[in-house]
């Protein structure tokens, strides 16, 4: 498969390595979201040591090590290994001398688990040798917190030697789109939607085939990759699997505050504050602050950052028992394809926010947005609570635009512009100077032509 996106980070990553001197890269991202791939692509035409860690002991982890560092060297490393870290890191220090060598130390993490004192090691060489040599050392994991508390924090022994520090994000729609060049907008919509944007999920669709076929033999077969994928995740990072999946369950539906969680699941609040700051840090759950920020602190709701998790839960997990028996097919047509676009609804508002990020310059003469997001508040004249979709803030000059999405069949027309116009109120003190629409099917004649009013088809937005 061909390399897709991550011109940003090639780019980053090209410029530290063409700056002289040391360089240390840390980078990590939640699992899956394509961090290895990124560096084989960048490691691919340039002199390297690539080591992975694994889950094993630290005497594997330094034959491993070994056998990397001596086939950069040319040398036949089988059954061949250093007599201990120091020296397998020295090694190092000679073949970059004349010129750069990147060392990549992937799954970083699985090392700082089993070497004791890894990272002061590492210190030690760094401080007395590579600050004088050519390597650019780049370490990578996927325990974001772990690379955050070791690595990154001042009580690691490798504080203030990282010179970059690199989050790996998913891709946004257009990146994912992609994978599936030949599907139409709402398809590729739909296929951003059930992977929210993770470069391995994307991977395990097959162009070749139809988004209902791929979606059937992925989430609806008990030999799908997507089955069991939730709880193989959950396995790698916490010992009680099914209290995660209770609570992840109760977010997903429509738990929104620890009250109500607790509630749903029977579980204390305070436990369960506990397991939502561990899922916020490995990203299955956000916190979704409503803009603006500081007056709607009051409006925030835990939600599912994960687009494979919502889809999960919100049709395979209910029907495991059916997809087992090999009924998985016939649930999906009969009782998920006909939901998917109001699946798709919060979905669509994510791609939109996107949209409105990508295409700032277009509001360059009038305001500079600053951040975009969603607002929620109360209707003053219904007393009742009310949101709007996508909202972007020009916080100097205190203007905004505020969207509306609509993924449906229908058109939308000049019912939904007035209740957006109604909505802005909301966003006081900030004034709305612009109101966007997003339709998946266009829009209808009664909608008047106004100076103010932006309308986005979807086409519009993967053109």
Known sequence: MKFIGRE?????????YHQPGFQMVVMYGRRRVGKTTLLNEFTRDKRSIFYMATRTSAGDNLAGLSRAILAGSGIDGMGASFSGYPEAFHSLTGMARSERLVVVLDEFPYLLEVVAGI???????????WLRSGIMLILCGSSISMMEDEVLSEKSPLYGRCTAQMDIQPFDYRAAAEFVPDYSPENKALSYGITGGIPKYLSMLDPGKSLEDNIIALFFDDAGFFFEEPGNLLQQEFRNVAAYNTLLQAVAGGAVQVSEMSQKTH?????????????????????????????NKRYTQYVLQDGMFR????????????????????????????????????????????YLWNHL???????????????RGMDAKKREPADIDVVGIDDSSKTAVAGECKFKREKV?????????????????YQVKDFLLFSLSGFSPDLPAEPGVRLVTLEDMYR
């Open 361 to 375: 310059m277009d509001f360059s003469g009038e305001l500079f947005i600053t951040d975009v997001g969603k607002c």
């Open 119 to 129: 990272t002061s090691v590492l210190q030690k060489v760094i401080d007395q040798e």
């Open 8 to 16: 940003k980070e090639l780019g980053q990553l090209d410029a530290l």
């Open 311 to 354: 889809f999960w839960f919100a049709y395979v997990a209910s029907a495991a028992n059916a997809v087992e028996r090999g009924y998985g097919a016939e649930y999906f047509r009969q009782r998920v394809k006909p939901s998917l676009h109001n699946y798709m609804e919060s979905e669509f508002e994510g791609i939109c926010r996107q």
């Open 267 to 295: 579980m204390d609040t305070a436990l369960i504050s506990q397991m939502l700051r561990r899922l916020l840090r490995i990203r299955i759950v956000r916190k979704d602050v409503p803009v603006p920020r500081q007056q």
């Open 413 to 429: 027309g000049a019912r939904e512009l007035a209740t957006l116009k109604h909505r802005a109120g909301l966003i006081r003190p």
